[in-house]
């Protein structure tokens, strides 16, 4: 596998269910980022990792819950989610807050996620 | 109140003419600008960038001009290719390293 990989590709999920996105990268970076992206609207900014240490947490409902056990892999854990919560879910991986220059961020596929 | 702004939701342009896609930013401490290119059922590919000191960057067919006075970027796709037919989001790039982006233009390259 090679760039970043997100599972599922899709996932339908009722209010009171509880699941889980996974994000995995293979470019040897050290910050991963999760975004949301609902129709017709800018890619969200959710949350950051930086060497596995969240950096950044763009006011996100605690229905979200980020982990990242290590710098390869990200999770999104998702409870008692809201029907406006559907939404194209990207995962990102970059070199990190610590180089230089643009931090070019490169995406996974995203997980469609409907909430009924 | 949104920093990086695309204010075309859409674009058609013929095969083999020039695409140009537009953006305005507010925030002049971007340092960055970057263009990402999305395909349905895909993430964002990363394009282009270009460094704030710099009013040109070229790569092939693609090139982005920035104007920092009027605070205006813009990607030039010359020629356009049916293939190109994609979003294009631009996103600005702080002191954070963090990516704003805008709401994205919908390029179509009509045969």
């Known amino acids: 596998e090679t760039g970043v990989t997100q599972t599922p590709r899709h996932l339908v999920m009722g209010m009171t269910n509880k699941k889980s996105l996974k994000c995995e990268q293979h470019l040897g970076h050290n910050a991963m980022y999760w975004y949301k992206q609902s129709a017709k609207k800018p890619l969200e900014l959710m949350f950051v990792?930086?060497?596995?240490?969240?950096?950044e947490n763009n006011s996100v409902p605690s229905r979200f819950s980020p982990e990242c056990p290590n710098s390869s892999h990200l999770f999104l854990h998702l409870h008692t989610l809201q029907p406006e919560d559907s939404a194209l879910y990207l995962c990102?991986?970059?070199?990190?807050?610590?180089?230089?220059?643009?931090?070019?961020?490169?995406f996974g596929p995203g997980t469609r996620l409907t909430v009924l | 109140d949104q920093q990086v702004k695309q204010n075309s939701p859409s674009l058609s342009v013929q095969e083999g003419r020039i695409s140009i896609l537009n953006c305005d930013y507010t925030n002049s401490m971007f340092d960055y600008f970057l263009w990402y290119k999305k395909y349905p059922a895909e993430g964002p590919t990363f394009l282009i960038s270009i460094s704030s000191i710099k009013d040109k960057n070229e790569d092939g067919r693609f090139t982005v001009f920035l104007n920092k006075s009027a605070k205006h970027l813009s990607l030039h796709i010359v020629p356009s290719q049916p293939g190109d037919s994609a979003v294009y989001f631009c996103a600005g790039s702080g002191s954070a390293r963090q990516l704003t982006f805008g709401s994205g233009t919908q390029l179509t390259v009509l045969p």
């Open positions: 990792y930086n060497f596995k240490e969240q950096t």
């Open positions: 990102a991986s970059s070199q990190g807050a610590r180089g230089r220059g643009a931090d070019t961020q490169y």
